[in-house]
Antibody, heavy 122, light 107 residues
Framework: QVQLQESGPGLVKPSETLSLTCSVS????????WSWIRQPPGKGLEWIGY???????KYNPSLNSRLTISVDTSKNQLSLRLSSVTAADTAVYYC????????????????WGKGTTVTVSS | DIQMTQSPSSLSASVGDRVTITCRAS??????LNWYQQKPGKAPNLLIC???TLQSGVPSRFSGSGSGTDFTLTINNLQPEDFATYYC?????????FGQGTKVEIK
């Protein structure tokens, strides 16, 4: 079955760029949307954005100016880059597969990675 | 942005109880509503999509209902493994938004 694995530096300095990768195994990235979600310590979930395998994206406007999500179909990976980070970007970052209920436009995030913890600190 | 408000924020219940969690959207989202379960230290798990469609493999004691702005997640015959935090999430409008979560604790 499809599995997702997030990876990247666990510690990033303020004002620097956070870069994460999500490796997909057991299925191809082709044909799907893929999403990033984060969860600050002790808090709720925040949707970051999604990308279609063709490269088209939708971002959370609150992060839009700092965010880049990309996909590499040859490596079966997606990536997230968040620039000018602050302590408020400290969170567990998840990637997730986005599925669409057959015959509808109802999206859902049905497969998640285990998440990777990113701390922003000097 | 469409704001999602869950109630209650937390509740205490016993094994075998029936539990109801409410999610209200700040404007109509038709049926573009998903429910997730999250256990401590784990990723969220999709329970219900499109307000009432049970995800494959999810026990039938979970059910969802509602449309427009008001939605409900019901857990019948609460089991020990159901103690967790539950989130609703709308996918009607960008940005997708989650509710603040409802923590179901053991009484």
């Amino acid at each position: 079955q499809v599995q997702l694995q997030e990876s990247g530096p666990g510690l990033v300095k303020p004002s620097e760029t956070l870069s994460l990768t999500c490796s997909v195994s057991g299925d191809s990235v082709n044909g799907y949307y893929w999403s990033w979600i984060r969860q600050p310590p002790g808090k709720g979930l925040e949707w970051i954005g999604y990308i279609y395998y063709t490269g088209s994206t939708k971002y959370n406007p609150s992060l839009n100016s700092r965010l880049t999500i990309s996909v590499d179909t040859s490596k079966n990976q997606l990536s997230l880059r968040l620039s000018s980070v602050t302590a408020a970007d400290t969170a567990v970052y998840y990637c997730a597969r986005v599925s669409i209920l057959t015959g509808t436009y109802y999206y859902n995030m049905d497969v998640w990675g285990k998440g990777t913890t990113v701390t922003v600190s000097s | 942005d469409i704001q999602m408000t869950q109630s209650p924020s937390s509740l205490s219940a016993s094994v075998g109880d029936r539990v109801t969690i409410t999610c209200r959207a700040s404007q109509s989202i038709i049926s573009y509503l998903n429910w997730y379960q999250q256990k401590p230290g784990k990723a969220p798990n999709l329970l219900i999509c499109a307000a009432s469609t049970l995800q494959s493999g999810v026990p039938s004691r979970f059910s969802g209902s509602g449309s427009g702005t008001d939605f409900t997640l019901t857990i019948n015959n609460l089991q020990p493994e159901d103690f967790a935090t539950y989130y609703c999430q709308q996918n009607f409008h960008i940005p997708w938004m989650f509710g603040q979560g409802t923590k179901v604790e053991i009484k």
